[in-house]
């Protein structure tokens, strides 16, 4: 046997152990108290917790991963660009062809559009005004 598996077998084995025993003689003593919303040093006002969170903002940060991976891929091209040839460059331009079409994909159904609360109430705002004008 290879010191390196005897090394993943011990881990496991320790492992297993103390989460074994961290089971058997931790304390386990719930309360109201312990199981409350608590943030920032402050308790939580009624309403202020649990409320609805835009799932726009998700598809912001999940753009935003397919183009650094987008980078990741193509910058091992860039380094190899002599040893790449007519082959690499047309993978690499159908990557970016895939990539780019989902972008407008998404352009064209208004996914990264977030309205704000702020702008309505500003068009809420100036309607009033035109329409007092007129």
Do not use: W
């Not at 961290?22 to 402050?42: M, R, T, V, W």
């Not at 912001?60 to 091209?77: C, G, R, T």
């Amino acid at each position: 046997m290879s010191s390196m598996t005897f090394l993943f077998i011990l881990v496991s084995i320790l492992t297993i152990l103390f989460l074994g025993l961290n089971f058997l003689l931790a304390p386990h003593n719930p309360y109201q108290e312990k199981y409350s919303i608590f943030e920032c040093g402050f308790h939580s006002f009624l309403g202020q917790n649990r409320t609805q969170f835009g799932v726009k903002f998700f598809i912001f940060a999940l753009v935003y991963l397919l183009l650094d991976l987008e980078i990741l891929i193509i910058y091992p091209f860039g380094l190899s660009g002599y040893e790449n040839g007519i082959y690499g460059l047309i993978i690499v331009l159908i990557f970016i062809g895939i990539i780019t079409a989902g972008f407008v994909f998404e352009l064209g159904k208004n996914a990264l559009k977030i309205n704000s609360r702020q702008l309505e109430s500003y068009c809420v705002s100036n309607k009033k005004l035109v329409t007092s004008l007129i």
